[in-house]
Nanobody, 120 residues
Framework: QLQLVESGGGLVQPGGSLRLSCVVS????????IGWFRQAPGKEREGVSC???????NYADSVKGRFTISRDNAKNTVYLQMNSLKPEDTAIYYC??????????????WGQGTQVTVSS
C-alpha cells in the first residue's frame, strides 16, 4: 500500500523559510514521480513542484526561484525547501505519487497534508 506522510509545516513570518518532508512507504522513490501541491482556503488544489528519480524537476511559476525540491533515496524522502515565503504561500501542502512529473492533480496517492501559515 502506497503511503506518503508530510511534515515540517508551521507558522513562519514573511521572508522566512521552511522545509517540508514527504516520507513514502510501500514503494521506492524511483518507482514514481513525487509532486507537491497546496490548497489555500476557498481555492482549488494546485501543483507546486514535482521531481523524478531521473532528475527531472518542475515548478509552478509562482514559486520558481524560491522553492527547491530534492530527494534522499536512502531515506525514501522528498523535501520541499521553501524560501522567501509570502503570505500567499499560506495553504495546506500535500505530497503525492504520480506517474508523470507534471503539475496536474492526476495522482496515484495523496498524503494527508501539512499546514503552512505565513504571517507576521
Amino acid at each position: 500500500q502506497l503511503q506518503l506522510v508530510e511534515s515540517g509545516g508551521g507558522l513562519v513570518q514573511p521572508g522566512g523559510s521552511l522545509r517540508l518532508s514527504c516520507v513514502v512507504s510501500g514503494f521506492t522513490l524511483d518507482a514514481y514521480a513525487i509532486g507537491w501541491f497546496r490548497q489555500a482556503p476557498g481555492k482549488e488544489r494546485e501543483g507546486v513542484s514535482c521531481s523524478t528519480s531521473g532528475g527531472i524537476t518542475n515548478y509552478a511559476d509562482s514559486v520558481k526561484g524560491r522553492f527547491t525540491i530534492s530527494r534522499d533515496n536512502a531515506k525514501n524522502t522528498v523535501y520541499l525547501q521553501m524560501n522567501s515565503l509570502k503570505p500567499e504561500d499560506t495553504a495546506i501542502y500535500y505530497c503525492a505519487a504520480k506517474r508523470l512529473c507534471v503539475l496536474s492533480r492526476t495522482v496515484i496517492s495523496w498524503g494527508q497534508g501539512t499546514q503552512v501559515t505565513v504571517s507576521s
